[in-house]
């Protein structure tokens, strides 16, 4: 049994300040190119202002229900002392996390029937990188 470790580094473009952007297929395609068969897969944002989060990919309504929902918890301005004028951005990114575990069984994300895998932009539109690391045998 030999463990391995891969990890690459893809692209996400976002066109809005705020945006959920489903990047299941692309984890999936890296897990792929692997070959690793059984782990974890690893997902993480080198990032301040965006985030990740795993969520129902099969009603759209969802994505725009938390981006509605996220947007009443912090409002885009109020008591806020960072000069950069995007703290609504950083305490979202904070209540999404920044980094995902999935597990990897017989070469797929082993996923919910209804999850998929989001990229959280709040201070867009911008290029992000998102890190895939993929560990298992
Ligand atoms: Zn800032």
Redesign the pocket.
Known sequence: MVIQMKWTRIDVKTSSRTQLIEITDRISEEVKKSGIQDGVCHVYVQH??AGLTINENADPDVVRDILTGLTRLVPATGDYR?A?G?SDA?IKASLMGFSLNVPLIDGRLALGTWQGIYFCEFDGSRIRHVLVGITGE
């Open positions: 301040t202002t960072h950069e995007n950083h």
